[in-house]
């Protein structure tokens, strides 16, 4: 097994990224007059399932600048947040429990958090790469604010964050950080709990990588 470790440049990439996206949810909020403050609910709750090698390090980074105490605390609630939320699963129920990182309404790593955290709240749309174009109608609060001011029909006039190119980019670096053996390596489908229970990503060394080292052992390793 070995790390997938992010380096500096990727780094920088991914928050650029987080960062373009922070300025269109942004907009998109100032057009609705949408707002978290004062919000009755604490969408930390919700159950999210996070899919890149890449978040989890960009994640796992932000996590290893927290003090070791911190770390080891939010490990335990971590573990305790994954086995509550498999009871609820298989009680064929959707988990709702707040996240490891959330401490007193506010997360620990808010300029760490990932993308599905970052896109939640106002409208957005996607199109998939079959060309089917989905459409996410944001959360609760802003639902009802698109209700007041756009009726029931919700037509094209709701302003709503374009997360398509976004998600093309970051899967554009996921290859990247993977070495462009994107598809060697299983699928992710990880809660943050899950994610922080873990540890950093550990990938098994693809085969054709293995048979490579074994007849073209590099210098370190002949020693």
Known sequence: MKELMLD???HERMAQIYQEMAEDYQKVATELRFSCDGCPDNCCDSWFQ???YIEWAYLWRGFCQLSQEKQVEIVERSRRYCVDSEKVLAAGQRPQIICPLNEEGRCLLYTHRLMVC????????MQRPDGKRL????CFRCQELVQEQY??????SVPRV???????RLATLENEFLDGK????????????QMLTKGPPMVATP????????HYPSEQDKH
């Open 8 to 10: 500096r440049e990727l």
């Open 50 to 52: 996070h899919h890149t």
């Open 118 to 125: 970052r896109t939640h709240g106002v409208p957005a749309t």
């Open 135 to 138: 459409n996410f109608p944001g």
């Open 151 to 156: 009726g029931t029909g919700q037509g094209e």
């Open 162 to 168: 374009e997360r398509t190119l976004v998600l093309r």
């Open 182 to 193: 994107r598809h060697l390596y299983p699928r992710l489908q990880l809660t943050i709990a």
């Open 207 to 214: 085969h054709c990588e293995r048979v490579a080292k074994e």
